[in-house]
């Protein structure tokens, strides 16, 4: 197999409702049936319309780019400080959900295309039924890799070939069975794109010759292929949200409170007033309310949990009880535990109330929710929790 690499210059700014296949084909009029068109998704997603306004600078442009990462994310994976790194809609394990803010206007953002195998299809189609050239189409965008440093280019959408060529059941030369081998070529070709491509020489197509002897009369399955399962997905969370589970996972851990299998468990009395905002020291109410609502169900009967937030109060705990480190700062929040019934005169008990403080921290830990154990008020049985936040990381 020889294989070439050809640059299309001259394409030029792309906007909102180009014609990509008349760019394309102006651009490249050398291009012969079997070529596989490796197209950066950006040129797609303008053309497509995939844009949203921002502000140019300052924390309100911060602000509106996290609500567009929050719409265009179908579940978080890993942060860590400022980096967010998130599974889209489309299936992609992405940091910031591929949104982009190179190469375009600053006032504008842009989001990867709604549905890059669609997109690679039509564009496919345009070009063979326009201009008369049976090529296929790579949809490629930049990605980062777990446990390598450096970026590459992947295939986002496919059309004309497959994303996979399956080797399993192949015999190699030393005469062994081959089991597990599925090479992503069109990952592999989408990075050999790249290479005359580049985010700083305006080039955003490519054409690899010499792969294909012809394209495939079908589209093909796309690149969704390649999407992995999640019961097959030994990474899917980071180090931080895998913990964060196993805590939440401890949290809930039921337990029969009143001695006997199949007891029924009473909620705990939960006494939350109104009033947390999230600003000073403290953690915001919502996360809070999450923790307590995971474990309310399995706490013992009885046991009562009061949230403290009234400023003079938090103050006077603090001043008397903390230790030099826990010493008050505004937005300092307590919950004040007790255990349920006779604790005095049944170890039982407390031994259930000790239970409960451990799954109310792990609840806590799990939504990013330090806590420190004070003691009870006034000498009472019990304990207070000091609340407050905890690192992106854990930590």
Same mark, same amino acid.
């Given at each position: 197999?020889?294989?070439?690499?050809?640059?299309?210059?001259?394409?030029?700014?792309?906007?909102?409702?180009?014609?990509?296949?008349?760019?394309?084909?102006?651009?490249?009029?050398?291009?012969r049936d079997g070529d596989?068109?490796?197209?950066?998704?950006?040129?797609?997603?303008?053309?497509?319309?995939?844009?949203?306004?921002?502000?140019?600078?300052?924390?309100?442009?911060?602000?509106?780019?996290?609500?567009?990462?929050?719409?265009?994310?179908?579940?978080?994976?890993?942060?860590?400080?400022?980096?967010?790194?998130?599974?889209?809609?489309?299936?992609?394990?992405?940091?910031?959900?591929?949104?982009?803010?190179?190469?375009?206007?600053?006032?504008?953002?842009?989001?990867?295309?709604?549905?890059?195998?669609?997109?690679?299809?039509?564009?496919?189609?345009?070009?063979?039924?326009?201009?008369?050239?049976?090529?296929?189409?790579?949809?490629?965008?930049?990605?980062?890799?777990?446990?390598?440093?450096?970026?590459?280019?992947?295939?986002?959408?496919?059309?004309?070939?497959?994303?996979?060529?399956?080797?399993?059941?192949?015999?190699?030369?030393?005469?062994?069975?081959?089991?597990?081998?599925?090479?992503?070529?069109?990952?592999?070709?989408?990075?050999?794109?790249?290479?005359?491509?580049?985010?700083?020489?305006?080039?955003?197509?490519?054409?690899?010759?010499?792969?294909?002897?012809?394209?495939?009369?079908?589209?093909?399955?796309?690149?969704?292929?390649?999407?992995?399962? @999640?019961?097959? !997905?030994?990474?899917? $969370?980071?180090?931080?949200? =895998?913990?964060?589970?196993? &805590? #939440? *996972? /401890?949290?809930?851990?039921?337990?029969?409170?009143?001695?006997?299998?199949?007891?029924?468990?009473?909620?705990?009395?939960?006494?939350?007033?109104?009033?947390?905002?999230?600003?000073?020291?403290?953690?915001?109410?919502?996360?809070?309310?999450?923790?307590?609502?995971?474990?309310?169900?399995?706490?013992?009967?009885g046991t009562v949990c009061?949230?403290?937030?009234?400023?003079?109060?938090?103050?006077?705990?603090?001043?008397?009880?903390?230790?030099?480190?826990?010493?008050?700062?505004?937005?300092?929040?307590?919950?004040?535990?007790?255990?349920?019934?006779? @604790?005095?005169? !049944?170890?039982?008990? $407390?031994?259930?109330?000790? =239970?409960?403080?451990?799954? &109310? #921290? *792990? /609840?806590?830990?799990?939504?990013?929710?330090?806590?420190a154990v004070l003691p009870?008020?006034?000498?009472?049985?019990?304990?207070?929790?000091?609340?407050?936040?905890?690192?992106?990381?854990?930590?």
């Amino acid at each position: 197999m020889r294989l070439e690499v050809l640059p299309v210059l001259g394409i030029g700014d792309v906007t909102e409702g180009d014609d990509l296949s008349a760019l394309i084909a102006t651009a490249a009029p050398w291009l012969r049936d079997g070529d596989v068109l490796v197209v950066t998704s950006k040129i797609v997603s303008k053309a497509e319309g995939r844009l949203v306004d921002v502000p140019v600078d300052g924390p309100e442009r911060e602000a509106v780019r996290a609500e567009v990462l929050a719409g265009e994310t179908a579940r978080p994976v890993a942060r860590r400080g400022a980096t967010r790194i998130v599974q889209t809609h489309h299936g992609f394990v992405m940091a910031s959900a591929g949104i982009d803010a190179s190469n375009v206007d600053r006032s504008r953002l842009v989001l990867l295309p709604k549905d890059p195998d669609a997109s690679a299809r039509a564009l496919r189609a345009a070009i063979r039924e326009r201009h008369g050239a049976d090529v296929a189409v790579i949809v490629s965008d930049t990605m980062g890799r777990p446990w390598r440093n450096g970026l590459t280019d992947v295939a986002l959408g496919v059309a004309g070939m497959p994303a996979v060529r399956d080797h399993r059941g192949e015999v190699d030369p030393y005469g062994n069975k081959l089991n597990i081998t599925q090479m992503a070529v069109v990952d592999e070709l989408a990075g050999a794109g790249e290479l005359v491509k580049g985010k700083c020489d305006q080039v955003p197509v490519a054409v690899v010759r010499g792969y294909l002897g012809a394209a495939d009369p079908d589209d093909g399955p796309g690149a969704a292929v390649l999407v992995r399962d @999640a019961e097959q !997905d030994l990474f899917a $969370l980071g180090t931080a949200e =895998a913990r964060a589970d196993g &805590l #939440r *996972a /401890a949290a809930t851990l039921a337990e029969s409170p009143a001695g006997g299998p199949g007891s029924p468990v009473v909620p705990a009395v939960l006494d939350l007033p109104a009033g947390l905002d999230g600003t000073g020291a403290g953690p915001d109410r919502a996360a809070v309310d999450r923790a307590l609502g995971t474990v309310a169900g399995v706490l013992a009967p009885g046991t009562v949990c009061t949230l403290v937030t009234d400023e003079p109060r938090v103050r006077a705990r603090l001043g008397t009880t903390a230790a030099p480190e826990q010493a008050y700062a505004a937005g300092a929040v307590l919950l004040d535990c007790a255990p349920p019934g006779p @604790a005095g005169t !049944d170890p039982g008990v $407390l031994i259930r109330f000790g =239970a409960d403080l451990h799954r &109310l #921290r *792990a /609840a806590l830990a799990a939504e990013g929710v330090g806590s420190a154990v004070l003691p009870a008020p006034d000498g009472g049985i019990g304990a207070t929790l000091l609340l407050g936040t905890t690192p992106a990381d854990g930590r």
